[in-house]
């Protein structure tokens, strides 16, 4: 079968994606006239929507300044969009029982229908369907529309400058938030000196209630409340082999923290970072934070979004099987997709992450244990729960100088690639070793099992906070070979069979429990330093000046292929 819109260039797709999109809207609007109750539905369409073509217009205004490889991930996602919105427009207008229109004023025709009683129910979930279309498209569009910011030359500034002059007083606040946040990114992705830095980066230790300070169940970091408002906020230790490598890395760590200030954890899946606290400033016993203080002394604060106030750690939620809260299909793929995403924007920051795996995930959640996805009842931005990514690693940013050093944690060596496993690793470390990581916990969301066990602790270890003694006792058993009696704890003595079997899982088990694109995705995850991989096996591709061609591929062939994915 020919595709209808194959032809129409990118300028040429964004035009008929305005119309599409004018006619979604234009319909919703009807059956909200027609019906009050579809009225909040109707609102989340319109919201979504203007936020869509806002990003569109810019995306018209920049198309000169574009290469071909880009204007090829623009195009793509595009597509998805414009047939999510053929689809939505045909479904809708199947349920208008006396079309007509009129003029309204402003030289446009407003649609007047009448909802037939019986179809009430299928106009509603059609809208729910068009809802969840529109917001899952807006998680793929928005890591390579941020990408597209990114690109160097004063006209990204102009742009952004003359539409956020353009934007309307009324207009909804998720909306209007696109430019600000694009305009944030552009002024953190700027080099600033040293003394910028220093201003008003570190944080007194006495900042916070020290009773309140807790370890996070699963997890390096620790909770703990503000002094002065009592908000809840995350301190994420700052790794380093040694005080003298901390002291020689100081730059890159107050510039990572900069640059996370203006974070939104809903869009980029990263916390705003307040600032860093050194511990090591306290010189009484009484004010020092006594729990597991992390052996530099430094941490990042990041802030907990108050309406998500509730936090547990992947490795926490996967060692709950199939009893935890993501163990339904749609639950999982959502999971997936917010954290490759997150891993997309550590990039788009200029930075490598190096420590992904479960008990650096967090889930945030409004405390109603509710799946990823957002209900019907939610308004536009808000989510139940979203996954957000800690324990970075910080120590070089992304074209950066690499220390080759390690260790050898068998937990941590399971989500490293083989050439970064050891105190030697044998090559220096680039964004491609994220995206292996990403490829085992993708696995390991796939499949919901954690592939490390934990020794029994005392019933308070199963909550949340409150738990630093817990210490991982062995490899799951899902990692024993079908078949074998190997176990996982003598897999791991050969790194490239521990690689082996993981992709044994991915084209096997995982395949039959979550479909052949899933499993797909994963396979490119885990063989992305393969010189034969297609999409990433050449590293001469990636020596962009911007890092642009590495985000834009796995944009590409990660981040969109999982959101193409209909559960």
């Known amino acids: 079968m020919v595709d209808p819109f194959g032809d129409l260039g990118l300028i040429g797709t964004i035009d008929t994606t305005y119309h599409r999109g004018k006619e ?43 290469n071909e490889w880009h204007k090829n991930v623009q195009q793509q996602t595009l597509d998805v969009l414009l047939h999510k919105l053929q689809a939505a427009n045909t479904k809708l207008s199947g349920l208008v029982k006396k079309p007509d229109t009129l003029p309204n004023g402003a030289g446009e025709e407003t649609i007047i229908v009448e909802v037939r009683r019986l179809k009430y129910a299928f106009v509603r979930d059609s809208l729910a369907e068009a809802i969840s279309d529109l917001e899952v498209w807006q998680g793929i569009f928005d890591p390579s529309w941020f990408l597209m910011v990114k690109i160097a030359g004063p006209e990204v500034d102009q742009q952004l400058y003359l539409m956020s002059q353009q934007q ?10 696109a430019i600000p946040t694009a305009q944030h990114l552009r002024r953190a992705l700027k080099p600033m000196d040293i003394d910028s830095t220093q201003k008003t980066i570190f944080l007194p230790p006495d900042g916070l209630i020290t009773e309140s300070v807790q370890s996070l169940a ?22 380093c082999t040694s005080r003298a490598n901390v002291n020689s890395a100081l730059r890159d760590i107050r510039n990572f923290a900069r640059r996370l200030q203006q974070t939104d954890p809903f869009t980029f899946g990263l916390l705003q970072c307040k600032g860093i606290l050194n511990e090591e400033d306290s010189n009484s016993s009484d004010t020092k934070i006594g729990t597991a203080i992390p052996p530099t002394g430094l941490s990042f ?30 639950a999982r793929f959502d999971l997936a997709r917010q954290l490759v995403k997150a891993v997309s924007y550590v990039h788009l920051y200029d930075f490598v992450h190096k420590n992904i795996r479960p008990e650096t995930i967090l889930i945030l959640s ?3 244990h509710k799946p990823a996805n957002v209900g019907a009842d939610d308004a536009i931005g808000t989510y139940s729960e979203t996954a957000v990514l800690v324990g970075f690693d910080v120590l070089r940013d992304a074209e950066g100088k690499t220390h080759r050093l390690g260790d050898d944690d068998r937990e941590k060596n399971l989500y490293r690639h083989p050439h970064r496993q050891g105190k030697s690793p044998e090559i220096d470390y680039n964004m491609r070793h994220d995206i292996y990581s990403v490829g085992v916990c993708l696995l390991e969301i796939g499949l919901w099992g954690s592939f490390v066990e934990y020794d029994e602790v005392e019933e308070k270890g199963r909550t949340s906070l409150g738990t630093s003694n817990i210490r991982p006792s062995s490899l799951g058993s899902q990692l024993g070979a079908d078949g074998s009696s190997m176990s996982g704890s003598e897999l791991l003595k050969s790194p490239e069979r521990v690689k082996d079997r993981l992709l044994q899982l991915a084209r096997g088990t995982l395949r039959r429990r979550m479909g052949n694109k899933y499993s797909k995705v994963v396979e490119t995850c885990l063989t992305c330093l393969d010189q034969n991989n297609e999409d990433f096996g050449d590293e001469k591709e990636f020596q962009d000046v911007d890092g642009i061609a590495v985000g834009a591929r796995y944009i590409e062939k990660v981040v969109q292929k999982l959101g193409e994915i209909s559960v």
């Open 168 to 177: 309307s007083v009324s207009m909804h606040k998720e909306t209007k938030a």
């Open 24 to 66: 979604l809207v234009a319909l919703c609007k009807a059956f909200a006239n027609a019906e009050s109750r579809l009225h909040e539905s109707v609102v989340r369409v319109e919201a979504c929507w203007l936020k869509i073509q806002m990003q569109l217009e810019f995306v018209r205004r920049l198309e000169p300044q574009l």
């Open 301 to 330: 604060v990041f802030r907990m979004p108050s309406t998500h106030p509730h936090t547990q750690s992947l490795r926490h939620r996967l060692l709950g099987g199939l009893n935890s809260e993501h163990d339904s299909l749609s």
């Open 218 to 239: 699963y997890s390096p970091v620790r909770m703990a409340r503000r002094a002065d408002s009592g908000q809840l906020v995350v301190l994420d230790p700052i790794t």
């Open 366 to 368: 409004k405390g109603n």
